[in-house]
C-alpha cells in the first residue's frame, strides 16, 4: 500500500511535535541551544483589490537546536484592516478572505471590487507552524551547508477573519549557505502543499530565495539584500516577489536584532513591509 505525501508530512509533523515537547522539558543536553524569536511585521499593500489592507504581525516563537538538526515552532498574532488577505505557510496570500468567491471568478489582471465595510473582527491568533532541519552537509572548502527542512501550518484560525486558509499546508525543501571571501550567500527553496479555501484553490507552489550578507566589525554588524518569492498560488493572480533589504547587530553571544525591509514586486505582494526581529539564547 501506498503511502501519499501528506500522510508521510503529517507523520513528520507529530514526530517533530514530540520531539520539541520531549526536549523542551527535558534536562539542557550537552552542547544544545534553546532559544526565543520573535519578530514585529508591518506590511501595506492593495494586492489586487480595490481597497489597502494594513497588517501588524507579531511572531513568537521558540527553538531547539542541538548537532545537526533543529526543531522550532512559532505563531502569529496579527492585526488586519480588511478581512480580504489571509496569511497562509507562504505568507500573506491575496485570498479575499469571507469574499474569496470573488478572487476565484478574477479574470486577467482586473481589479477585484469589495464591498466597502464588513463586520469581523481585526485582532486574532494567526496559525501556528511547526519547522524541523536537518543537516545533510556540513560546509567545506568545495561545499555550502545542505540542511533539509520539513514544515507544517496547523489550521487554527478563522478564514472570515483573514488570518488563516482553514487547511494544513505541508512543506519540504533546501536550506544551502556558503562563505564566499568575506560575503555570505544564502539560498532556500521549498515546496509547499496549500490547502485551499472552500471556493478558491490554491495551487501547490515553489516558494525560493537568495540572499548576500556582509558582516561588519568582526560580525557585530551585518548588511543583507534579498530576492524572494513562489510560483503561482492563485489562478490569474502574478505570484509574489520581494526585493528585501536587512540590518542585524549582534548584542553578545546569545542575543541579536534584526531589522528588515522589503518592497513588493508584483501585484499579490505587499507594496512594503518593514520588521523588527530579535533572537535570544538560553
Known amino acids: 500500500m501506498l503511502i501519499g505525501w501528506e500522510t508521510i508530512f503529517k507523520r513528520v509533523l507529530?514526530?517533530?511535535?514530540?520531539?520539541f515537547l520531549a526536549q523542551a522539558f527535558a534536562p539542557p543536553v550537552w552542547g544544545s541551544t534553546v532559544a526565543?524569536?520573535?519578530?514585529?511585521q508591518y506590511a501595506r499593500g492593495n494586492y489586487i483589490f480595490d481597497q489597502t489592507t494594513s497588517g501588524l504581525y507579531l511572531f513568537n516563537g521558540f527553538s531547539f537546536s542541538s548537532e545537526g538538526w533543529n526543531l522550532s515552532a512559532s505563531i502569529p498574532v496579527i492585526f488586519q484592516s480588511t478581512p480580504y488577505v489571509s496569511y497562509g505557510g507562504v505568507g500573506i496570500i491575496p485570498s479575499g478572505g469571507s469574499e474569496?468567491?470573488?478572487?476565484?471568478?478574477?479574470?486577467?489582471n482586473q481589479e477585484v471590487i469589495l464591498p466597502e465595510s464588513v463586520d469581523y473582527e481585526q485582532f486574532g491568533i494567526g496559525d501556528p507552524t511547526v519547522s524541523l532541519g536537518l543537516r545533510l552537509l556540513k560546509e567545506s572548502k568545495l561545499f555550502p551547508t545542505v540542511q533539509l527542512v520539513v514544515k507544517a501550518k496547523l489550521p487554527l484560525a478563522s478564514i472570515e477573519k483573514g488570518f488563516g486558509t482553514g487547511e494544513w499546508d505541508y512543506s519540504g525543501g533546501l536550506s544551502l549557505?556558503?562563505?564566499?571571501?568575506?560575503?555570505f550567500l544564502f539560498v532556500d527553496t521549498y515546496y509547499w502543499m496549500l490547502g485551499d479555501l472552500p471556493?478558491?484553490?490554491?495551487?501547490?507552489?515553489?516558494?525560493?530565495?537568495?540572499?548576500?550578507?556582509?558582516?561588519?566589525?568582526?560580525?557585530?554588524?551585518?548588511?543583507?539584500?534579498?530576492?524572494s518569492g513562489s510560483t503561482n498560488i492563485i489562478s490569474e493572480v502574478i505570484p509574489p516577489s520581494f526585493l528585501g533589504f536587512g540590518f542585524s547587530y549582534r548584542i553578545d553571544a546569545k542575543k541579536s536584532l534584526?531589522?528588515?525591509a522589503s518592497l513588493g514586486l508584483t501585484e499579490s505582494a505587499p507594496d512594503f513591509s518593514v520588521s523588527l526581529g530579535w533572537n535570544i539564547g538560553f
Open 100 to 108: 474569496h468567491t470573488q478572487v476565484s471568478g478574477r479574470r486577467g
Open 177 to 183: 549557505s556558503k562563505a564566499l571571501g568575506k560575503t
Open 14 to 19: 507529530v514526530t517533530a511535535w514530540v520531539m
Open 258 to 260: 534584526m531589522l528588515n
Open 199 to 227: 471556493d478558491l484553490e490554491l495551487k501547490d507552489t515553489v516558494s525560493y530565495s537568495i540572499a548576500l550578507g556582509l558582516p561588519l566589525s568582526g560580525g557585530k554588524y551585518a548588511l543583507l539584500v534579498s530576492y
Open 36 to 40: 526565543y524569536s520573535g519578530s514585529m
